[in-house]
């Protein structure tokens, strides 16, 4: 039975974080949120937003499995989030292709063809160069095929982590604004986080912290190898008719979104902590753009944003209960696919912190593997 008196802090008003108190505000859990900035103001309110379980970059290995169930959670969510708060998440069916110029490109995305075989509820298919510029004649006519898949959504971040957190709130989330400087415990027991000269008491703390989280290994005594990916998006106003399709080639995408802008991207940068945007990668982005939509030419440049990615040394999550304490939970490393994996986060790290149980397979994810 879920004890619904436990005090429960959360660092990070990321996705993760958020969905975590969404999660157990459902159970009857009131948690206590605590961001530096404000909710939504990295990766996550930042993101590119397109979600796809079988084909999203760094969705692989025992990640497909916590993808799968995400994207169930993300489709219960497009519903019930715009019913509990009004905020309208743009979510929205939106099918994938994705470019081929290389045999290897063709072998890749045949296999990930079979892999969609396993969702028979969504059309995919090969195209070749004919079939692709009769869908979409601006793709560059350089393309020798691609593959074309359904099931796959986009939705817009910002809003999408603005509803989560104000139906966290209607569950009883408390959000602070503060920044955490360590953690209590009496023996391996958390009993409570440093917040400035204040200590709040807690039975149980969750290190939601994203590309950050590694600043608390000082507070637990363990590694937590996680460091920030930077990522570049272009937002265009382009000419011609919207694009129907979300076009994809080598982990570069562009798409028309409901705001009328096409969105294009990404970089990944090893570069610290710095989030300022950059000419060259302006340049690159609109290049690999170019190589897949040469009429994007002409367009014009609206907004170029950038963010932090949570990145582990092995690319994957950091996930359960932290080794050697008893009430401290890490929920972080989601990378490029964080937006895709968030809810699914938020849902396992709510049942450790209830039940001591996740709900899905996370063995892959333990944090152990870095202390050894």
């Given at each position: 039975?879920?004890?619904?008196?436990?005090?429960?802090?959360?660092?990070?008003?990321?996705?993760?974080?958020?969905?975590?108190?969404?999660?157990?505000?459902?159970?009857?859990?009131?948690?206590?949120?605590?961001?530096?900035?404000?909710?939504?103001?990295?990766?996550?309110?930042?993101?590119?937003?397109?979600?796809?379980?079988?084909?999203?970059?760094?969705?692989?290995?025992?990640?497909?499995?916590?993808?799968?169930?995400?994207?169930?959670?993300?489709?219960?969510?497009?519903?019930?989030?715009?019913?509990?708060?009004?905020?309208?998440?743009?979510?929205?069916?939106?099918?994938?292709?994705?470019?081929?110029?290389?045999?290897?490109?063709?072998?890749?995305?045949?296999?990930?063809?079979?892999?969609?075989?396993?969702?028979?509820?969504?059309?995919?298919?090969?195209?070749?160069?004919?079939?692709?510029?009769?869908?979409?004649?601006?793709?560059?006519?350089?393309?020798?095929?691609?593959?074309?898949?359904?099931?796959?959504?986009?939705?817009?971040?910002?809003?999408?982590?603005?509803?989560?957190?104000?139906?966290?709130?209607?569950?009883?989330?408390?959000?602070?604004?503060?920044?955490?400087?360590?953690?209590?415990?009496?023996?391996?027991?958390?009993?409570?986080?440093?917040?400035?000269?204040?200590?709040?008491?807690?039975?149980?703390?969750?290190?939601?912290?994203?590309?950050?989280?590694?600043?608390?290994?000082?507070?637990?005594?363990?590694?937590?190898?996680?460091?920030?990916?930077?990522?570049?998006?272009l937002r265009l106003r382009?000419p011609g008719a919207p694009?129907?399709?979300?076009?994809?080639?080598?982990?570069?995408?562009?798409?028309?979104?409901?705001?009328?802008?096409?969105?294009?991207?990404?970089?990944?940068?090893?570069?610290?902590?710095?989030?300022?945007?950059?000419?060259?990668?302006?340049?690159?982005?609109?290049?690999?753009?170019?190589?897949?939509?040469?009429?994007?030419?002409?367009?014009?440049?609206?907004?170029?944003?950038?963010?932090?990615?949570?990145?582990?040394?092995?690319?994957?999550?950091?996930?359960?209960?932290?080794?050697?304490?008893?009430?401290?939970?890490?929920?972080?490393?989601?990378?490029?696919?964080?937006?895709?994996?968030?809810?699914?986060?938020?849902?396992?790290?709510?049942?450790?912190?209830?039940?001591?149980?996740?709900?899905?397979?996370?063995?892959?994810?333990?944090?152990?593997?870095?202390?050894?």
């Amino acid at each position: 039975m879920v004890d619904s008196t436990m005090d429960v802090v959360i660092v990070g008003g990321g996705l993760a974080g958020i969905a975590t108190a969404y999660y157990l505000g459902k159970q009857g859990v009131r948690s206590t949120v605590i961001e530096r900035d404000a909710v939504g103001s990295h990766a996550s309110g930042f993101a590119y937003g397109g979600l796809g379980a079988l084909d999203g970059v760094g969705v692989h290995g025992p990640t497909q499995t916590i993808a799968t169930a995400s994207m169930r959670l993300h489709r219960d969510l497009a519903v019930s989030l715009p019913e509990e708060t009004g905020i309208n998440t743009e979510f929205r069916e939106r099918p994938g292709i994705a470019l081929c110029y290389t045999d290897d490109e063709i072998r890749t995305a045949k296999a990930n063809l079979r892999l969609r075989e396993k969702q028979p509820e969504y059309e995919c298919r090969w195209l070749d160069r004919d079939e692709l510029l009769a869908m979409e004649p601006r793709i560059s006519p350089d393309a020798i095929g691609a593959a074309y898949a359904e099931g796959t959504v986009d939705l817009e971040p910002y809003r999408f982590i603005l509803a989560m957190a104000q139906a966290a709130e209607g569950l009883g989330t408390t959000i602070r604004h503060g920044t955490v400087t360590g953690i209590k415990k009496q023996g391996d027991r958390v009993t409570g986080v440093l917040l400035g000269d204040e200590e709040i008491s807690c039975d149980a703390v969750v290190i939601a912290m994203g590309p950050w989280s590694g600043f608390a290994s000082e507070w637990l005594g363990i590694p937590i190898d996680v460091t920030p990916l930077k990522g570049q998006i272009l937002r265009l106003r382009a000419p011609g008719a919207p694009y129907r399709y979300s076009v994809g080639w080598d982990g570069h995408y562009a798409t028309t979104k409901p705001d009328g802008l096409v969105w294009a991207g990404t970089t990944e940068e090893k570069v610290g902590f710095d989030e300022q945007t950059t000419v060259s990668a302006r340049d690159r982005i609109m290049g690999e753009l170019l190589r897949m939509l040469p009429s994007l030419a002409d367009a014009q440049l609206v907004q170029q944003t950038a963010c932090l990615r949570p990145v582990a040394s092995d690319k994957l999550m950091v996930l359960g209960r932290a080794p050697g304490w008893e009430g401290v939970y890490l929920a972080t490393g989601g990378a490029r696919s964080g937006i895709i994996l968030g809810p699914a986060i938020g849902q396992i790290t709510a049942g450790l912190v209830t039940t001591g149980e996740s709900p899905l397979p996370i063995e892959a994810f333990d944090a152990a593997r870095f202390v050894a």
